[in-house]
């Protein structure tokens, strides 16, 4: 079954950049839906960004959209959340998550949690 494990959070001031990892296991499929949710205190966990393996393509939520770049990485196994320009409104848990979406779904902002698979989160502090 697939497992996600994600790292790189940490603590940095405003306008500083980030880069989260998301190791993924127990996958064999070329067309399956990535993303990185993030969640504030309180409110209901929101996604960032999502990518389609199949192609490639992505979602960006209009909130990091120039500032956030959703990747694969080179072994395919491994999903990147580059994050530039870090702002406070930032700070946040951040998920990584898997989905058995279609595209349309998928890069249009409509998946939800708790949907899919979940890695248990990394913290992204920004003051």
């Known amino acids: 079954h697939v497992q996600l494990v994600e790292s790189g959070g940490a603590s940095l001031q405003a306008g500083g950049s980030l880069r989260l990892s998301c190791a993924i296991s127990g996958y064999s499929y070329n067309n399956i839906c990535m993303g990185w949710f993030r969640q504030h205190p309180g409110k209901e966990r929101e996604a960032v960004a999502t990518l389609y393996t199949y192609g490639g393509r992505t979602y960006y939520t209009d909130s990091v959209k120039g500032r956030f770049t959703i990747s694969q990485g080179a072994g395919e196994d491994l999903v990147i959340l580059q994050m530039n320009g870090l702002k406070p409104e930032d700070t946040a848990m951040y998920y990584c998550?898997?989905?058995?979406?279609?595209?349309?779904?998928?890069?249009?902002?409509?998946?939800?949690?708790?949907?899919?698979?979940w890695g248990q989160g990394t913290q992204v502090t920004v003051s």
């Open positions: 998550a898997a989905g058995f979406l279609l595209p349309g779904p998928c890069l249009e902002g409509r998946w939800h949690f708790p949907a899919g698979v």
